[in-house]
Structures are given as C-alpha cells and as structure tokens.
C-alpha cells in the first residue's frame, strides 16, 4: 500500500488498522468505525445510520468513494443527517451477512460497495449497493437518496417500523433440519452440470465466477459416477480460464471474475481466495490429464503468491484493480506500447495474445490467448516466454496497485491447503516446506489458547474469530497430513483443539454453525446461513473437515457431528444447490472417502497425491476401526478402503489410481 498520510481533519478511522477504512480516513465524511460508540450517537442524534461496507481491491466501491465520500457538498448532506458506519467487509464477514441478507430480502441482487440505512438500533429499512452523485445507469441522484431516506426516517415512523419488520421476516431463514438422501451429492452435481456453459465453462451468461465449490463439485461428480461429462465441464472450465484475460498472463495470479462470458475482461482485483482454490483445481486437472497448460498455471500463480503477496510469513488479502484512479490501467497494453519494448518481438507476441491496434477492450488490449486451445510447442512457449518476461519487467516500472496487506485467519488456512495439495502433487519440496512455515505462522500468529483470531495486521489483532477462520484452519491442518507434511499427530491435535473450540463457541440451536462466537459483541443477530460465498461457507468446509477426521481418528464423534450439520442444513440446501454446494462436496466426503494404507511404499502414497482424486486420503496411522488394520501388507503394498469394503492388496500405482477412480 502506498503511504496513507492523514490530514488535519482526518476522521475517526484514521486510527483503524484496516487498509480499506483508511482509504477513507480523509474524507469530509464523519465515518466512525462499527461499533457501539456509533450506535449510541444514533441513538442519542435520532438521526438513520448510514452504513457502508466495501474491501480495499472494490473498484465500485472506489467509484463511489471519489464521487461522493469525497465530495464536501455531498458529505456535508451525510454528516447533517447520519451518523455514517464504515466497514471493511472482509473484517467484519459477520456484519457484512446480516446486513447483505437484509438487501436481498428487499429485492436487490446485492454487490460491493453495500448502501444500507439502519435505525440507531442497527436494524436495516433500507439499502442498495452503488449510489451515482449524479442520477445515471438508472440510479437516482445520491444526494436524492440521502434526502428522501432522511425525511422519511424523521415524518414516516410508521413506514420505517413496517419496512424494518418485513426486512426481518424476509431475511430471516427459517432453519428446518431434514435429512438428505444418499444420492443427495450425485444430485446437485447433476444440476449443476445442467447449468454450465459448455464452450466457456463455468455458469452460463456474464459475468463468470470461478467459484471453487461449484467446480469441485462437479470434479467429486466424475469420481462418484465415472461420467466423463462431469470431468469434462470443469477441464474446460479450467482451460479457458487459464487461457483468459481473467488470468494475468505476465505476472500471475487470477483476478476475481470476468464480466464477460469468455473469461476474456477481469474486474482485475485479484483475491487471495480465488487463487488458493483455483491452484487445488488446476493441480487435479494436471493430474489426471498431464496437461503443461495447468502446471505453469499452478506454478505461476504460485509464484506470484510468494512474490507479490507474501509478507511476515503470511499471505496478503488482495491486489487492488485500480491505479492512478483507473480500473485496470496496470494490467492493459496498446500495441504501440508493447512494440516499443518488444520491438522485432512484438509481431509474434502480438499474435498470440490477441493485440490490435483498435485493442480487444474499451481502445487496449486485455492479455489473453482465448483463440488458442493450449499452449503451443517448446520453441514457441520458450519465445514467448522471453517476451512475457520482458513486458512484465517494463510494467513493473508502473504504479503498481494498491495491496490489502491485512492477513486473515480463514483465506491463510486455504492458501495453505492449496500450497500443501500442488507441493505433494508435483513433488515440490519447496512449495511443501512454504505450506508448513505458513501454517506455523499462522498457528502463532491467529492462535489465543485453544482460540483463534481473525485478522492481523502488523501489530494490530482483530480479537475475534468466526466459524470458517476454524474451518478454514482445520482445513490447513488436515491439508498438511495429508500431504504428508510436518508432524501428523500435531496436526490432528491442532485440528481436534479447533473443532472443540468451535463446538463450544460457535453452535447453534438447530445443529449448525453461528458465524459469529457466543462471547462475541452482540449484533441484531447472529448470522449461521449454510450459503457459500466465493469461499465455502463454515459449514460445508466442516463436514468435509470432519469426514476426514472421522477417517484418520476413528472417533464416531466426528462422524457424529458431520450429520448433525447436514440434517441442519439439509432442507436449506435441497432448495438452492449452487449456494450450499460445500455442503454436497461435504456430504461426498462423508460418504466416498478413500482411505488407504501403506507398508513401506512411497511410490504408493506419492501416486495417491498425485491421483487428483477429490475424496482418497493417506492414512499416517490406521484406526482400529478402519478394516483395513486387521490386514496383513508386504512392503510396497496399499490397501483401499472406502464405506467399510477394502480392496486386495495393490503393489502397482498404475492399477492403485485406477482403483481410486472406480465408481464402485
């Protein structure tokens, strides 16, 4: 992040430690951060709250900041009459839930920067999303709103009172716990295969998410039926992404999604999150079809992790999509541009990167190779890989964009994961031997006890945690075992501490789990909707967690709980399968986990890791209770079990990943 100097009348947030609050820490604006000094002025003023939530790499958010929040005449209006809460979304998921949920319920389809007017209690009446200073893409005039909001607010106290009550009834999910069926995860994936684009990949129409459930569903579809279908719809998903404008061709990485149907245009923030998820996919699509295309993504990808994002044995949130207050601009070439550093280069580059005079978006060109179905041959990707290295040495002498360098418990625990999966995979000791310093970090820096926190930056800690930093973590930890990194039973102790905590903390009445702790400061409610975002929701991500624990421990406790959270969810997640897919990919996990159980073969264990099989585990140990123990192995010898039944012993790992990947 470049230098936030603070001027004389800097507000309140000039003292926060989240980047995107002190974004806006000199505006005219009268911020105050979330908390109940803001809600105690509400209610002592009567005048509506006014609160914003947005993330540091929004570029909307960034629009309306330089329209409005920056604007004296418009912020005179706020400060006049509202008592205006900023929040950094990704600090504060719990408030970012209710509050998001509260604009469905009234219709709106939601999105960053969020615009919601709340009474001084908190509870919401109205909202929306980017407000224009001026009326224009359809909105209302900002100023407009503000009024109108206002006026009401102080003459219409019966219309607040009954926009505040149906706003809760609508936003509030009745949780209804039903079982599931057996065929339950088969199911979704098929309708969610329905769903997807099949030239492009991914959902149809714009704009296109590369949303990690969604794709590992599908994945977990190929190895439950054998169907080539399943298999197929995420390799081109994965192809064409790679392929896209959506990826950074120069520097690596992944932007947050394409806002065309071709992966071809990014909103170019690029989110730790997305590349986490979407180095495990490429790292099983490598493994089941060789393809070089995944693995320099993979590598790519990884390598900008380390080099752009790491930072105090951590990773960093996100790459901002502006610069010099223009969306893009880092990432963007003309022609001439790139033939005044390619120079005889250029035409060949140029070729294969779809570069034009007239440019391929709004007069310049987005980097993509979308015309081409794969990387060419050795000569050629060694040419361009020349040019690649050069462009990206000249942009890197442009203001780069803006970094959100707070870490976070829950995104640090999905890095680590994907880093653990793509380094046993590969057979990469050094990505292995980063996943591990990361997770260390992390266990030091986000643990409290036997709790975790959510978010650190420098020396500033955010004392709270919630239900997927746990998950998240656990995840990290069964990751590392099951790469066979580090030590095992640490691993499980730290993922069985994790699990108590969020027993203990985190459970709701219905079986499931609140985002937000019991000793954690009271909001209007406690969020525990089962709906995944761009990352798996809490309680998806534990079912998976716990069939894994379940499978490595023996303890039926594990097992016992990963139901008790489905039949939670069970009849939410029957009625919107794409929200809850973590919830299927878990339930599968429950259901068709793959143990296996070697004596003195690490060529077998090496060719589980590099199976790309969604639910096959090595296990360190075997519990008595998996049958597998009471089996006698030579050396060099696997066993595979799954729901109880156990194969012959395996000696090939030709003939072991061929039993890995049968249906039945």
């Not at 393809?291 to 949130?317: C, N, Q, S, Y």
């Not at 001439?336 to 978006?361: C, K, T």
């Not at 077998?604 to 096959?616: C, M, N, T, Y």
Request: hydrophobic share 40%; aromatic share 8%.
């Amino acid at each position: 992040m470049g230098d936030l100097t603070l001027m004389a009348h800097a507000n309140r947030l000039a003292h926060e430690a989240s980047p995107y609050l002190l974004q806006h820490a000199e505006n005219p604006v009268d911020w105050w951060p979330w908390g109940p000094d803001a809600l105690s002025e509400a209610e002592r003023s009567g005048r509506p709250i006014l609160l914003s939530i947005g993330y540091a790499a929004c570029h909307w958010c960034h629009v309306m900041a330089h329209e409005s929040f920056e604007d004296a005449e418009t912020a005179a209006v706020m400060n006049e009459r509202f008592v205006n809460i900023k929040v950094d979304r990704e600090e504060r998921p719990d408030i970012d839930q209710i509050y998001m949920a509260a604009l469905h319920a009234t219709g709106e389809q939601g999105g960053w920067p969020l615009t919601m007017f709340l009474t001084g209690t908190g509870e919401p009446f109205f909202g929306g999303t980017y407000f224009p200073k001026d009326s224009r893409f359809g909105r209302p005039r900002f100023v407009d709103v503000l009024t109108a909001v206002s006026d009401s607010y102080r003459d219409r106290t019966d219309l607040i009172a009954d926009n505040v009550e149906a706003i809760r009834q609508r936003s509030t999910a009745i949780q209804d716990p039903g079982e599931l069926p057996d065929d339950a995860p088969v199911r979704a994936a098929r309708q969610l295969l329905s769903l997807t684009d099949p030239d492009n990949g991914g959902m149809r129409g714009a704009p296109k998410f590369p949303n990690g459930g969604f794709f590992e569903l599908l994945w977990r579809g190929a190895a439950r039926t054998g169907e080539p279908e399943f298999r197929d719809a995420v390799l081109t998903a994965m192809n064409r992404i790679s392929m896209g404008g959506i990826y950074d061709h120069l520097g690596g990485g992944f932007a947050r999604y394409s806002v065309d149907q071709r992966w071809h245009v990014p909103h170019f923030e690029k989110m730790l999150y997305d590349n986490a998820q979407l180095i495990t996919l490429l790292t099983d699509s490598w493994c089941v079809t060789g393809d070089p295309l995944f693995r320099a993504r993979v590598e790519e990808t990884i390598g900008w992790l380390t080099r752009e994002m790491r930072m105090d044995g951590l990773f960093a949130a996100s790459l901002d999509a502006d610069t010099e207050g223009e969306e893009g601009r880092f990432y963007v070439w003309s022609k001439a541009a790139i033939a005044d550093v390619l120079g005889a280069d250029a035409d060949l580059f140029n070729a294969h990167y779809d570069v034009s005079e007239d440019g391929n978006w709004e007069g310049t060109n987005v980097l993509n190779r979308l015309a081409e179905t794969g990387l060419g041959d050795e000569a050629l990707e060694a040419a361009l890989a020349v040019s690649r290295e050069t462009l990206f040495e000249a942009r890197e002498r442009r203001p780069a964009p803006g970094r959100d360098d707070k870490q976070l418990a829950d995104w640090n625990g999905l890095a680590i994961a994907a880093l653990a999966h793509a380094g046993a995979a590969f057979e990469r000791p050094d990505w292995c031997d980063l996943a591990d310093t990361t997770y260390r970090t992390a266990k030091a820096r986000f643990s409290g006890g036997d709790r975790l926190i959510h978010a650190v930056r420098g020396d500033s800690r955010l004392d709270q945690a919630f239900a997927l930093d746990y998950a998240a973590m656990i995840h990290a930890a069964i990751g590392l075992y099951a790469a066979g990194i580090g030590s095992q039973d640490d691993l499980i102790a730290d993922a069985v501490t994790w699990v108590d905590a969020l027993e203990r903390h985190h459970l709701a009445e219905h079986g499931g789990y609140y985002w937000s702790a019991d000793d954690a400061p009271a909001l209007i409610k406690r969020p525990d909707s089962p709906h995944d975002e761009a990352v798996p929701n809490a309680n998806g991500l534990m079912v998976k967690n716990l069939a894994s624990l379940w499978a490595i421990t023996g303890d039926d406790r594990f097992e016992q709980i990963a139901k008790r959270i489905l039949r939670a969810h069970g009849r939410l997640a029957a009625t919107n399968v794409f929200a809850c897919a973590s919830l299927f990919n878990g339930m599968d996990q429950l259901q068709r986990l793959a143990t296996v159980t070697t004596t003195n073969a690490s060529t077998l264990e090496a060719a589980v890791r590099r199976s790309g099989h969604p639910a096959a585990l090595v296990l360190g140990s075997t519990p008595q209770s998996n049958p597998a123990a009471s089996q006698s192995l030579d050396a060099g010898q696997a066993i595979v079990c799954r729901a109880g039944v156990c194969s012959l012993p395996i000696g090939d790992p030709a003939e072991l990943r061929t039993r890995l990947w049968t249906p039945n």
